[in-house]
């Protein structure tokens, strides 16, 4: 009468596609493209490589209304995927190198699986992934997913000469999608990555043959962010036990001390000495109980710096001035880098562009431009903590912002872990720690607009008389 | 440099909790409490027993603030879990025994494991569940999960004699929490439950001492919904492939007829002559691209009758009459029960009560009681269809509404398969279907709203004269 069953983590986003953001073929078509350019981005940039993106959606058929079969290709300059990585990367959900404290795009570890399920469940058809890390070999697969089971079904694996040392990744699937309905999205997505990722030149060729180029606005590619040991802060006794557990220090001080960042000598010694565990006690036998009395200790404790901000990176003042200016022509325009901070043990930074006047539309409701770890985010704004900030915590009048106003605001929150409230990466969670700095750069910004505002006032005051 | 690594689903929870809600101790301590009371409502409905449930929380101690441990106890009359699945079903994501073609409020198999694992990694602390499905025996279990594993760590199973022929589930651990900022929220999430579910008995002893009473309204156990077979429509490629290759049937004929529901002889063999499909060809027979084309076959057929509705368990028109007037106690009210439709070939229902005057108070937001599969949604507002629904497609200036107005709507949305947008079940997404029959139900009541309000009005300038 009762039957219970275990599903794998496939099954589970098969039949809870609508959680993974797959829920119908125009945000299907854009989650496909999305997750394909988020990996071959991150993919060069590991590789410090100028990144170059090809897309192509080709229409192969007409189902029903706008609703076609297209054939999606992406092929990236990246550093590639070895082949014994391959399968599993694209035909396993929870397979994936981003799992490190450092900022990615990719972070869930099932977005281009997900991709590859979406196409197989509604075309049938196998998928295609050519790839080589630079050495002499070319390795290409064509798999399926066995989405019972969570693992890849090869059905080819060719083994090629690179003739050309080409280093790079190059997919092909099929998929059921939606580009009338979803083509104003899918060019968003394009034209707010170059912005975020001015380093990179992606090429799109729509199904109606058109070419979309975005060309690189310079061939500096960011300082890599650094992976980073954990913050204490925010560990509770579950990573605590696995550090404990694969530390290879013989005491309890040197576990604090190189384990963690921010932990010198003197703060490890007050801090087990909060616990009550003896410095020089053997990490290894460290009893469930002391295990919580140190994450206890380190909850009291509350004298660490504040994270390393090396596993972030920015997209800087200056380029994201540039990439502002170029995509809404204002006539005002100021932008905030706020320093470092941190939630829950993590470190991130807060990025704002105040846009105002020149080609922006007037408009009652402010128009927002959402990125996290350089990644548009086109959907769920009101569910997003910008909204909220800029809608409820700001009263746009004390800056002198008319009812209807020209007025747009670009945020950018960066961090080795952004707190996504969705599977689906489209609105980043209203942590206390985050709001504050999304807030204080907004109200920098709006005190800069205001000046400004006040000065064309007086302007047009002098002119009447 | 590039190190990759596979995560268990439990790992992938623990990683995120935020997708799963447990993003702060007092909305962790909220997701606790309603996801164990949502298990005992399913195990009582099962069973077609009126339910019983008494939650009890207790505060151990003060951690930093508001903040606190607090052991939670939940004990229900529902049918048990069985000696051999206790461990399963508690410390495994992904187990569960609500995969099937039916309404549940469970659905994902995680709600349970997600809050012992928030519990367990905030306390170390392990969980005790005590269950007896109505033998001789009651089963006791002391467990931890394993996180990185996703299986139970069993510490203590004690097998004890069933003296008072006992049935149900009694259920301790501790957990963080923060009852001060996290009070509103549980109380008006057990308020609400009452009112969809009149039939529970409901007590809920806080840290504070106090108990809060719901004594049920009616003896009278809903109708519980039936499990149906899937319906064509919205069948993809793997859930054909699955049903094929676990079918008993002989023919291509027999098994279209005994696989779905509303598939008769005639459709079935239009359907598989659209396919160019034999009907008398073996099931376990079918070459890879005569999947393809039974699947597009059935896509371009669409003569199929609706969905059958007995899978879905409404709260019917009285009921929610009566629930909405002892909570509001509004001048008006007009609830409507639309008949059943469907989106992707599940079934769902739309329930809508309209409530104006009385007790609730003017505002000039319309306040929402939403409602999926007889849970109440009390997060995510702005996410929801019911506020896009209410908020954008409806021009309530034209039922003679004031800016400023006493309203309060509610809403029910029931399906064996709710498209919720995220894994902590608080939001609807806006699928067409669905969207289309909240706005039929609402604007029925807006338009009876709009009567009344006029004989008001008239009433109103007649004493005038
Ligand atoms: N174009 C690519 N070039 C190189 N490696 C890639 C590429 N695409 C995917 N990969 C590898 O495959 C792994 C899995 O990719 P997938 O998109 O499923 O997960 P992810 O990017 O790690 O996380 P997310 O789910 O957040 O996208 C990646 O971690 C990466 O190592
Ligand atoms: N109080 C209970 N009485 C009887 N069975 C229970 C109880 N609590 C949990 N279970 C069983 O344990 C299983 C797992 O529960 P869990 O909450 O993790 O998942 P679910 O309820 O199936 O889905 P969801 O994640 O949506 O809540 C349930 O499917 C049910 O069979
Ligand atoms: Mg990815
Ligand atoms: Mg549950």
Chains 1, 2 share one sequence.
């Not at 189902?63 to 014994?84: F, T």
């Not at 922006?360 to 128009?367: M, Q, Y």
């Not at 909204?387 to 605001?409: F, G």
Request: charge should be positive; proline fraction near 7%.
């Amino acid at each position: 009468k009762v039957k219970f069953e275990k599903i794998s983590p496939a099954d589970f986003f098969y039949r809870n596609r609508d959680i993974a953001g797959f829920s119908n073929p125009s945000r299907s078509l854009y989650m496909s493209i999305r997750e394909m350019v988020e990996n071959s981005l991150d993919a060069a940039e590991i590789g410090k490589i100028p990144p170059s993106i090809i897309v192509e959606l080709r229409e192969i058929e007409r189902v029903k209304g706008d609703v076609c079969i297209y054939r999606l290709k992406v092929e990236d300059n990246g550093i590639g995927v070895s082949a014994e990585h391959i399968p599993k990367a694209f035909a396993t959900v929870f397979y994936g190198s981003k799992y490190g404290y450092k900022q990615y795009r990719g972070t869930f570890g099932l977005g281009g699986t997900m991709a590859f399920l979406y196409g197989q469940i509604t075309t049938n058809k196998p998928a295609t992934v050519i790839s080589s890390t630079g050495g002499d070999k070319v390795h290409k697969f064509v798999l399926m997913i066995d989405i019972m089971k969570n693992e890849p079904r090869i059905f080819e694996h060719k083994v090629l000469k690179n003739e050309n040392g080409w280093k790079g990744t190059s997919i092909e699937f099929y998929l059921e999608g939606d580009y009338t309905n979803s083509k104003a999205k899918i060019i968003d997505y394009f034209k707010h990555t170059a912005i975020a990722n001015p380093h990179a030149s992606i090429m799109f060729i729509d199904p109606r043959g058109r070419l979309y180029y975005y060309p690189r606005a310079t061939k500096k590619v960011p300082e890599p962010p650094v992976e980073s040991l954990p913050h204490p802060v925010g560990v509770d006794v579950e990573t605590m036990s696995r550090l404990l557990a694969t530390s290879k220090e013989r005491t309890m001080l040197s576990f604090m001390v190189n384990s963690f960042q921010r932990v010198g000598e003197k703060s490890a010694k007050e801090v087990l000495k909060l616990a009550g565990i003896p410095g020089n006690k053997n990490p290894k036998k460290l009893k469930h109980d002391e295990v919580t009395a140190l994450v206890n200790a380190i909850k009291k404790y509350g004298k660490f710096r504040a994270p390393d901000p090396s596993s972030i990176s920015p997209i800087g003042e200056d380029l994201l001035e540039v990439g502002i200016r170029n995509m809404l022509n204002p006539e005002f325009l100021h932008v905030v880098q706020r320093p470092p901070s941190s939630y829950s043990g993590f470190p991130f930074m807060v990025e704002v562009g105040l846009a105002y006047g020149g080609d922006i539309p007037p408009s009652e409701t402010i128009k927002l431009y959402r990125f996290a770890n350089k990644i548009p985010l086109l959907y769920d704004e009101r569910a997003d903590v910008v909204w909220k900030v800029v809608n409820e915590r700001i009263d746009w009048s004390t800056y002198k912002v008319p009812r209807t106003a020209p007025l747009a605001i670009i945020t950018h929150i960066c961090s080795p872990k952004i707190p996504y409230k969705t599977v689906g990466k489209e609105a980043v969670a209203d942590r206390p720690e985050i709001e504050r700095e999304l807030l204080a750069a907004i109200r920098e910004a709006a005190r800069a607009l205001k000046l400004y505002l006040s000065k064309i006032e007086k302007r047009t005051m002098a002119v009447k008389r």
